[in-house]
Nanobody
Framework: QVQLVESGGGLVQPGDSLRLSCAASGFTLDYYNIGWFRQAPGKEREGVSCISSSDGSTYYANSVLGRFTISRDNAKNTVYLQMNSLKPEDTAVYYC?????????????????????????WGQGTQVTVSS
């Protein structure tokens, strides 16, 4: 059974850091592109970052560029999202999602558009709250 489990969320103050983890079970993450998404109350789920399965290429939404870093440790079957300089507007439930692609064109589309419907496997989410 394919399963993704997020962890690492919590309550922090503005300017603090958190590292989220996305651990996979039932399948090998090596072959999957992984996206991080977030959903704030009353808002649609939005893409935050993406990392490719093939060469580790990374993609970021403009709102987090320079503050968030996505990485993967295939030996641990885990993808991370390091979040620095957190802001109150980063408050949301954060989800990781997995999807395979067959071509570079598919990967580029998947990770630049970060569309919810394009990702087939999802975790349950972890809450991140940034508040003073």
């Amino acid at each position: 059974q394919v399963q993704l489990v997020e962890s690492g969320g919590g309550l922090v103050q503005p300017g603090d850091s958190l590292r989220l983890s996305c651990a996979a079970s039932g399948f090998t993450l090596d072959y999957y592109n992984i996206g991080w998404f977030r959903q704030a109350p009353g808002k649609e789920r939005e893409g935050v970052s993406c990392i490719s399965s093939s060469d580790g290429s990374t993609y970021y939404a403009n709102s987090v560029l320079g503050r968030f870093t996505i990485s993967r440790d295939n030996a641990k079957n885990t993808v991370y999202l390091q979040m620095n300089s957190l802001k109150p507007e980063d408050t949301a439930v954060y989800y990781c999602a997995a999807e395979e692609t067959r071509t570079k064109q598919e990967l580029h589309r998947l990770c630049t558009l970060l569309t919810v419907a394009d990702f087939g496997s999802w975790g349950q989410g972890t809450q991140v709250t940034v508040s003073s």
